[in-house]
């Protein structure tokens, strides 16, 4: 017997789309509240030293945290590679701006305090600000085209095509629900962000983010349970006609699709999943009042648990569905059909068990050593090491 048959092939591709959710998941827990904090910045940080303190509480770990990203990208490229494909050519220039604002961020890490000029400095916080919203916010707005569907077809090589050049494919991914949904994105990990500066700060700094935090949650909230009522009473979604052949070729046009109904009669056939909706709710609630009573580990914990709600809400409500097609529904991606060879997931998962444990305990060793508030004179007194 081959080794890599051990494991079916559906269940692996079941498995891989599994640990895709984890890894963005992932990514947003942690990089999440970089990019909060970064946001939060010019508002919560009144003074330089103020503003160099906020900055010193993500500048150690920041580099750490953005490896879920390379992790999440990589296993898309290699255990989705239609998906890959297809995504990063119908949101090319939005992925552009993003990576261009995540180029950024390292870059004001680095010069911001090189000159003590205040323009100076003041020029880096707020590209700090932008390399914290843009991709916060453009998340969301990504997230929100793949609920809605995207206008690309595949031909008879499985090769994506989509309709108008790069701006207007650009343009056509600002729509209304895609907005909202960048909004919520936005908002939840502002509320992150101040989550993890309520642990890591204290004094002025850490009552501003609390109370810009506890509106950053609120709108959350708001603007999510705004997006399920849209989803499930203003949106069409998405249906296999017969049953998925779920061991079958990698081949998305032996699909049949069609467009219909509601996305939320998932939560009918399957009761189960709104176990996610409820945690996303839960989770951003009991921060808003962690955020208002000066919770610390247990707000940002509590953060964490209402993006984890959030996210995996998204992924289980359009199951069997990854990318679904507004313009051809047959093109339509989903977990069946759109995945890496039997062989390679497999070893890919030999892999992920190896070394993802040790990613885990690193990251945990890296937070433990850099456990504690930064506080001013930690900035003032160390000018030769703190950012």
Sequence with gaps: MILHEFIDYDTLRVIWWALLGVLLIGFALTDGFDMGVGALLPFVGQSDVERRVVINTVGPVWEGNQVWFILGGGAIFAAWPPLYAVSFSGFYLAMFVILAALIVRPVAFKYR?????????STWDWALFAGGAVPALLFGVAVGNVLLGVPFHLNEMLMPRY???????FIGL?????????????AMLLMHGAAWLSLKTEGVVVDRARRIGTIAGLVAMAGYALAGLWLGFGIEGFALAEAAVENGPSNPLYSEVIRGGSWLAAYGERPWIAIAPLMGFAGMALAIRGLRTGGEVSTLLWSKLGITGVISSVGLTMFPFILPSTVDPKSSLTVWDASSSHQTLFVMLVSTVIFMPLI???????????WGKVTEADVTDSTDTAY
């Design 360 to 370: 885990l305990a690193y990251t945990a060793w890296v937070y433990k050593v850099l």
């Design 113 to 121: 305090s090189k000159r003590e000029d205040a323009r100076w400095r």
């Design 174 to 186: 600002l729509r209304p629900f895609a907005l909202l949904a960048g909004v919520v994105s936005f």
């Design 163 to 169: 309709d108008g050049g790069v701006f207007a494919k």
